[in-house]
């Protein structure tokens, strides 16, 4: 995780901002899952990965600038 | 700090790119060289004569070697955007959803409070900075760096001028309907139809007052927000001292996570945690932490401001609320639903007539001081949606100011619910996206410079309170759609 700069422009944003996007989408994919699990009984396997996923993009956008990157 | 040698300051750094100047390392850092000459970034800021902010920094410079126990008196003393933070989000919404939790669930919820405070806190460090070493007016930056609909309309439209207009009749609503209660304890009483005057030339006189004479309007301000979260807790306590508390129960509620059950306990959660501080919360901390002139040296003073002023009054003004609450009515049933009828339930409970002046004194401070708190959001937020320079002595100023009490035909009608639900929607979509807009400013290399976070907990703080935002958009959107059953 050092070595990646979340700050690279990819595309028209940088990869921060295309991870807080990410990271919305996982965010509703875990609460649809949770409602299909509230309602249904299903929808675990919704849960788990939007859980996951939310981890994922929190750990990645928690990183700081880095310094030694122009 | 690690890459980054300091200069004058450990909180060092500098923002944006005139008058740096590059050390030379291949950090490139960047390092402040104009400080005391940077012009205010907030024109209300010329208040404050250089000299009262020069003796502050060497009164900040003493407290420091005092200590944070040893120096507190001086940072309360400097202190004010925190305490003024802490009045406005302790309004009547918040005081009636800490009543509730107490009669529904007793002191099992006392966890999410210090939560929610705590994980808003990241946020507003992140103004304390923007502030302090960023030294620039934010939604200006923000509208040069994500668009003029991101900064003039979601922020400042959104999330500082409806927020002040429609949540201020609440306010006036509960306000006025305290003052005649408290003259009904052992008098005729005072109708809300004819004490309403009281209550608008009050807070109107005070909210007008800010930033006038050469700072005095401002500190008249803040000593009233501060002496006025003093009563609160002064007022609840001694409630609660004569209903008694399960220290017990109490404690366990504050250290041990419960919910009730199912999807209801999902949405008090998420509900409780991210609508504690918001946007308004945000950017009014901003440009008062301007008003009061604070630059870098001030940084440190605005991190015991937001601890002290901010998250101390508001956690222990709702764990007085709930524990009275919990201590009276939890599990007698029927549980009235608004603030003004959960007071009038609780009152004859408390037994001594003293009990009932101080727990309806208390009261009666949380809406004078939030909706002294949506005054100035209000004039503030106008004047950024419209690109319009503040000048208090304006009447552009004043009325803009004073938008918010037209709040007080709630003294006659009920509060417009269609408006207030149609603001808490726009604000549901929205506080995320501005949030995420923030988050971006603070990482932003070329607008931070040195003073970008170098710590991971921060950006963390910082994402969960945006991530709570985020589930109050998309659990709105599936309530909407059919498929979150609140």
Redesign the interface.
Known sequence: MSRFDI?RRVGPM?L??WF?IA??LF??MA??G??RL??AGEGVGLLVLGILG?LGC?AV?????R??V? | MRNARSVGNRNTGFVGNRNTRSVGNRNAEIVATDTPKRPPAYPLGDAIPPAVLKRQAEGLARARQRGLIGGLPTYVRLGGPGFIGAALTLGAGTMTSSMLAGAEFGYRTLWIFWVAAGSGMFMMAAMARFTCQGGFNLIEKQAELHGWFLARVLTAAVGMVTVAVAFNFGQVALGTHLIDSLAQIDGPGFAQEVNWPLYILLTSWIALSYGRGSSGGTKLLEAFMKWSLAAMILCFAACLAIVGIDWPAALRGTFVPWLPSGVAGIDLFIASTAAAIGVADWVLYHFTAHVKGWKREHEGLARVDLIAGFFVPFFVVNFLIVSVFAGTLYASGDVPRSAAELARALVPLLGETGASYAFMIGFLAVPVTSTIGLCLLSAMGIHEVMGWKPDVRSWRWKVCLLLPQIGFLAAWYPSPVMLIIIIAAALSLTNNIVGWSFYMMLNDRKLMGAARPKSRIWNLGIMIQITLLNCVAITYVFNRLGWWQS
């Open positions: 700050d940088r921060r901002a807080l990271n919305f965010n509703a609460l649809y949770l409602s509230m309602v939310t929190l956008l928690s990183q700081p600038n310094p030694d122009k």
